[in-house]
């Protein structure tokens, strides 16, 4: 009884061995990068940041939908990060960034909840890298933009531990052991988070289904 | 066949759906949570929902990154704890830490001087002896003047005085009434409170005759010590603030 249906998602076994050894391969260099920025190089340590950045922009602009505040937040994580390298243990250095800034967005998110923002990005702006919308007629083109501005304004709704547990698990693909380190909280509460948050999504997107059945 | 039924769907866990999404299911879980998804119409349709919604999330697209995000010489040297600097935070927490440690005990060692201070007569009349002396009668007198003793008690220091007919005339009763209290309001109040206790037969016959000296003072004895441990504590109060402060106030002052 193991065979897996379509849209399931693939558990950390499936990964294939090519990919696995891409990213031992990477860890290895974060590794190096880090013991030379921690002997005074930073050059090695903005390799890092290179490296990095954009994982971590993404990462942050899904959790906090402004590209200001998440530049910034991307910023001082790692500012933190070099302030902080000594106490980095080993392991993934990806994940570990990946807990700071995260972090850094949640302290946002915190401030957003006292002065909140609007959740709906224009998404015609021409600094979008890709293009959003990748569509070229007109009706889809007006669909996807339907589309992602239900998704944020939905996400926007959930409580954010919920939404941040989503994300990092969806959009950042990291499974339930990294994202309870990265929260800081057991992997029971991130997989009753995830699991909580998908059945308030779908209600809270089921006026328009639609839009979601391609 | 599907099922479709709403009272079909009701009993079936959707949470079940949910983890079998998540990848999060037990072997005996799965099977019976592939079977919900493959006889029920509802619980496939929240299946495939799950997976859209999900496949939607991921495909929201990012903006461009603003900036690059690497780090200056000038913000490495900013960021990165000189040893000096280390030595100073260092040594700002050590006299933080002491200050507060300070500070506390200043406090409670005023507050328990000042608690002593406050109970300790009222505890100890019946301890004191009685005492005959003119010290002591001034001391009453005193009290009087001042109005502390209470009413009820004013008349056996009358009686008193009348008694003995030595130390205090009428007249010189009048005129104390005029006289400042030399004694501090502790001595007062707790001559005040023993002077009830005190029968004029008591002291016309001398009992308890023996004078409190003035190395013996009124309270048994401890008003040396609890001042010492006021001032003590007086000045451990204000050496932790001065510890916990003083740096902050300076900086300021710099600033400024």
């Known amino acids: 009884m193991n065979e897996r249906l379509a849209g399931e998602r693939p558990g950390p076994d499936s990964i294939p061995a090519e990919n696995r050894r891409a990213e031992e391969l990477g860890q290895g260099i974060d590794a190096a990068l880090v013991e030379q920025a921690l002997r005074g190089q930073l050059e090695a340590f903005n390799q890092l940041v290179v490296r990095h950045q954009d994982h971590l922009f993404a990462l942050v602009y899904h959790l906090v939908p402004d590209r200001d505040q998440a530049a910034d937040a991307v910023q001082e994580a790692f500012f933190s990060a070099y302030r902080n390298l000594s106490s980095f243990r080993g392991g993934s250095v990806r994940s570990w960034l990946g807990r700071i800034a995260v972090n850094a967005a949640m302290d946002i998110q915190r401030s957003r909840r006292r002065r909140p923002s609007s959740p709906y990005p224009e998404l015609e702006d021409e600094s979008w890298q890709p293009p959003a919308l990748e569509s070229e007629e007109p009706e889809a083109r007006t669909m996807e933009v339907e589309r992602s501005r239900a998704l944020a304004s939905a996400l926007d709704a959930l409580p954010f531990e919920q939404r941040n547990c989503i994300i990092l698990f969806d959009v950042d693909g990291y499974d339930y052991a990294e994202i309870a380190e990265i929260m800081g909280v057991s992997v029971g509460t991130v997989k009753s988070r995830i699991h909580r948050g998908r059945l308030a999504l779908r209600t809270l997107l089921a006026p328009m289904r639609e839009l979601f059945r391609g | ?256």
């Open chain 2, 1 to 256: 066949m599907k099922t479709g039924s709403a009272t079909g769907h009701a009993n079936h866990d959707e949470s079940l759906v949910v983890r079998l999404y998540g990848n999060d299911v037990g072997p005996e879980e799965r099977s019976r949570a592939l079977d919900l998804v493959a006889g029920c119409e509802e619980c496939a349709a929240l299946f495939a929902d799950l997976g859209q919604i999900a496949w939607a999330t991921a495909a929201r697209p990012t903006p461009a990154r603003p900036r690059e995000f690497t780090l200056t010489a000038a913000d490495a040297a900013r960021l990165r704890p000189e040893p000096q600097a280390r030595g100073r935070s260092l040594w700002r927490g050590l006299t933080r830490s002491l200050g507060g440690a300070f500070a506390a005990l200043g406090l409670a060692g005023i507050l328990i001087a000042g608690a002593t201070t406050t109970f300790a007569p009222a505890a100890q009349p019946a301890s004191l002896p009685y005492s005959n002396s003119q010290e002591d009668q001034a001391g009453n007198q005193n009290a009087l003047g001042a109005g502390l003793v209470p009413p009820s008690a004013q008349p056996n220091a009358a009686a008193e005085s009348a008694g003995t007919g030595s130390a205090a005339s009428s007249s010189d009763a009048t005129k104390l009434a005029a006289v400042p209290p030399a004694a501090s309001f502790g001595e007062s109040a707790s001559l005040a409170v023993r002077q009830p206790v005190s029968s004029p037969s008591a002291t016309r016959q001398g009992v308890g005759a023996a004078p409190l000296s003035p190395a013996q003072p009124s309270s048994g004895g401890s008003v040396d010590t609890r001042l010492v441990v006021l001032i003590v504590s007086a000045g451990l109060l204000l050496i932790g603030l001065l510890l916990l402060f003083g740096p902050r106030l300076r900086s300021r002052r710099i600033r400024s």
